[in-house]
């Protein structure tokens, strides 16, 4: 089995009249980068802020399984920006009692041209920089991102994805995002949350196919499909038909994979299927999908 860096039980936490996480269960594997993805308010930073302990949980059971400090960037940078990069290193150093080699982060982090900088007299997206370069002074094996491109120029986050991406050799990394592709494109593993409650957990193709209800089959045909030979198809097969004439649109409302079968039965019906695909949904229809689901 997979072994795991962190583990949340059934966690639960409410400020005074506000119940932010009602039953919160995820794994992230050791090695992995896991995108934690949900809109504002879903109970993102609350989450990271117990694991953590900055806060405390109310019920349930977080597992932390390192020896070492995690490295968190918080969602507002923790930067003194009247310092450079380099004295903000050493203090932060400093503070965490580390022996960790600044010079070895700054290049790892891109830093190294501009550690002499004063912090403020830098982009948003070098801040963000250090911001991550703080988070690895703890010499963590574990790093906790809250929402590290978010209000950043496109260039930057392309950036601070290729940064993230890079840590991923030596470290677990759990990041918070509310941008699917970024989700899809760097993580291995997601978990969704919305309202508290998660939504989807594991990993990103699992989770993917576990969120298409159904597979989708796109279908063109030299000719109208009948009435009474969609009919039978609807019954045969348990799915669903939309679209009209010859373009038709399939759901399987089972786990299954018909488009074998479903385009013998057509070629035996004398059709001429001209074209037959799977849709796919990327992860932003399926977070939509998702979401609505859970507001209806
Ligand atoms: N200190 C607090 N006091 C009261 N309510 C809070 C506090 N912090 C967060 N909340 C509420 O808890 C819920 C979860 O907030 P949280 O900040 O964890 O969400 P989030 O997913 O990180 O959102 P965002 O993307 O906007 O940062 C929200 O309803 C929020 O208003």
Redesign the pocket.
């Known amino acids: 089995m997979e072994e795991k860096a962190i583990r949340v039980e059934n966690v639960h936490k409410s400020?005074?009249s506000?119940n932010?996480l009602n039953g919160v269960t995820f794994e992230v594997s050791k090695g992995s980068i896991h995108g934690f993805l949900?809109p504002?308010?879903?109970?993102?930073?609350?989450?990271m802020k117990i694991l953590t302990k900055e806060l405390t949980l109310c019920s349930g059971e977080v597992t932390i399984n390192s020896e070492k400090p995690i490295g968190f960037l918080p969602?507002i940078p923790p930067l003194y920006k009247h310092m450079t990069v380099s004295n903000y290193l050493e203090f932060v150093r400093d503070i965490f009692n580390s022996r960790s080699d600044l010079s070895e982060i700054c290049t790892r982090c891109g830093l190294s041209d501009v550690s002499h900088r004063l912090i403020g007299n830098l982009s948003k997206g070098y801040q963000q920089r250090v911001g991550i370069a703080q988070a690895l002074v703890v010499d963590p094996e574990i790093i906790i991102l809250d929402?590290p491109t978010v209000g950043l120029d496109p260039h930057a986050i392309k950036e601070i994805r290729e940064l993230i991406l890079s840590l991923k050799k030596d470290h677990t990394i759990l990041f918070?995002t509310?941008q699917l592709y970024e989700a899809s494109h760097l993580c291995d593993e997601v978990t969704i949350i919305n309202h508290?409650k998660i939504l989807k957990t594991g990993k990103i193709e699992d989770v993917k196919n576990d969120l298409v209800a159904g597979e989708v089959i796109l279908i063109e045909l030299d000719s109208k499909l009948s009435d009474e030979d969609r009919s039978e198809c609807i019954s045969k097969f348990n799915v669903e038909i939309s679209g009209k004439e010859n373009q038709l649109r399939i759901v399987s409302k089972e786990k299954a994979d018909l488009r074998g079968e479903i385009n013998r039965f057509l070629l035996d019906k004398n059709y001429i299927v001209s074209s037959l695909k799977s849709e796919e949904m990327d992860l932003e229809q399926i977070f939509q999908k998702v979401t609505s689901n859970i507001n209806d």
């Open positions: 400020y005074s506000t932010a949900g504002n308010g879903a109970g993102k930073s609350t989450t969602e929402e918070s509310h508290g």
